[in-house]
């Protein structure tokens, strides 16, 4: 069983930046891809952002390009999202998801992952 856990979030004015943390834990594994992902209630989740087991591949939703960066930690089973500029639309729950099997590639599609995290609340005020 793996578990992951967000850390990172909160309030922050329009303009901001913050920088969530995701944590696995409980596996011994590797060659996993990781992204982030955000959902507002009665949407759809979404990929905000996605690397792939080296970090040598990302993907960026067009909405955070520019803005937002993934990264892997030098800790093994790290990952973070630097985010900057942040505008009141980017106010949503942001879930940190892990991909087993397939590490080589992005996986963007949240049917694609394997475990979640809880999620970790961002609030941009304007």
């Known amino acids: 069983q793996v578990q992951l856990v967000e850390s990172g979030g909160g309030l922050v004015q329009a303009g901001g930046s913050l920088r969530l943390s995701c944590a696995a834990s409980?596996?011994?594994?590797?060659?996993?891809?990781m992204g982030w992902f955000r959902q507002t209630p009665g949407k759809e989740r979404e990929c905000v952002a996605a690397?792939?087991?080296?970090?040598?591949?990302?993907y960026y939703a067009d909405s955070v390009k520019g803005r937002f960066v993934i990264s892997r930690g030098n800790v093994k089973n790290t990952v973070y999202l630097q985010m900057g500029t942040l505008k009141p639309e980017d106010t949503d729950v942001y879930y940190c998801?892990?991909?087993?099997?397939?590490?080589?590639?992005?996986?963007?599609?949240?049917?694609?992952?394997?475990?979640w995290g809880k999620g970790t609340l961002v609030t941009v005020s304007s």
């Open positions: 998801a892990l991909k087993l099997i397939g590490g080589t590639y992005i996986h963007t599609d949240p049917k694609d992952m394997d475990y």
């Open positions: 409980g596996r011994t594994f590797s060659n996993y891809a």
């Open positions: 690397i792939n087991w080296n970090g040598g591949s990302t």
